[in-house]
Nanobody, 123 residues
Framework: QVQLVESGGGLAQAGGSLRLSCAAS????????MGWFHQAPGKEREFVAA????????SYANSVKGRFTISRDNAKNTVYLQMNTLKPEDTAVYYC????????????????WGQGTQVTVSS
């Protein structure tokens, strides 16, 4: 079992930055690939970024490439999402998730989910 708690969401202006954190507990953090997803009202949950167990490989949705960076600190059991050059369309609830797959991009590949943190970007 893995428990995940996101933090760092809030209100930002377009062009601004936010850094999300996701703290994990309950199992060996480095055994899991980690991912970030977002879900806007009335829409399905969508992939944002993923990182492998060691942090050596990453994957991004096209919509965030060059703007967002995923990273992890296995010593702190934490995964991060640095979000720069934010756009109003980035507004959503952001979820972190843990997967036993190597580098997962589908929601069905993830085994554990956090409760989410709201990100709102004003124009």
């Amino acid at each position: 079992q893995v428990q995940l708690v996101e933090s760092g969401g809030g209100l930002a202006q377009a062009g601004g930055s936010l850094r999300l954190s996701c703290a994990a507990s309950g199992s060996t953090f480095s055994s899991y690939a980690m991912g970030w997803f977002h879900q806007a009202p009335g829409k399905e949950r969508e992939f944002v970024a993923a990182i492998s167990r060691s942090g050596g490989s990453t994957s991004y949705a096209n919509s965030v490439k060059g703007r967002f960076t995923i990273s992890r600190d296995n010593a702190k059991n934490t995964v991060y999402l640095q979000m720069n050059t934010l756009k109003p369309e980035d507004t959503a609830v952001y979820y972190c998730a843990a997967s036993r797959a190597r580098l997962a991009v589908l929601t069905t590949q993830y085994d554990y989910w956090g409760q989410g943190t709201q990100v709102t970007v004003s124009s």
